[in-house]
């Protein structure tokens, strides 16, 4: 059974910082690109964060400079260092594994975490 397990959220301040954790079970991990997605109320789901199984990156222009996705395959865990929080940074934050093959390999989700940024 395939589970992705998001961590790591709560309310924070302005100006604040979370790290948020994906662990990952029943996978391949290392085979996997991983993202990491947000959804604010009333929004659609918008990729924030991307991070190939070889470790290249790729952001979202609203996050840049603030967000630092990572990986570690020993654990089989998607990390999301989020700086300099804003109120608009407020919404659930999802992992996704993307998997090489889509023709023969599924994707998956995890269940989200909530990130409320608010003084």
């Known amino acids: 059974q395939v589970q992705l397990v998001e961590s790591g959220g709560g309310l924070v301040q302005p100006g604040g910082s979370l790290r948020l954790s994906c662990a990952a079970s029943?996978?391949?991990?290392?085979?996997?690109?991983m993202e990491w997605y947000r959804q604010a109320p009333g929004k659609q789901r918008e990729l924030v964060a991307l991070?190939?199984?070889?470790?290249?990156?790729n952001y979202a222009d609203s996050v840049k400079g603030r967000f630092t996705i990572s990986r570690d395959d020993s654990k089989n865990t998607v990390y999301l260092q989020i700086n300099s929080l804003k109120p608009e940074d407020t919404a659930v934050y999802y992992c996704?594994?993307?998997?090489?093959?889509?023709?023969?390999?599924?994707?998956?989700w995890g269940q989200g975490t909530q990130v409320t940024v608010s003084s």
């Open positions: 996704h594994a993307d998997p090489p093959y889509r023709f023969t390999m599924n994707a998956y």
């Open positions: 029943g996978i391949t991990f290392s085979m996997y690109a």
């Open positions: 991070i190939s199984s070889g470790g290249i990156t």
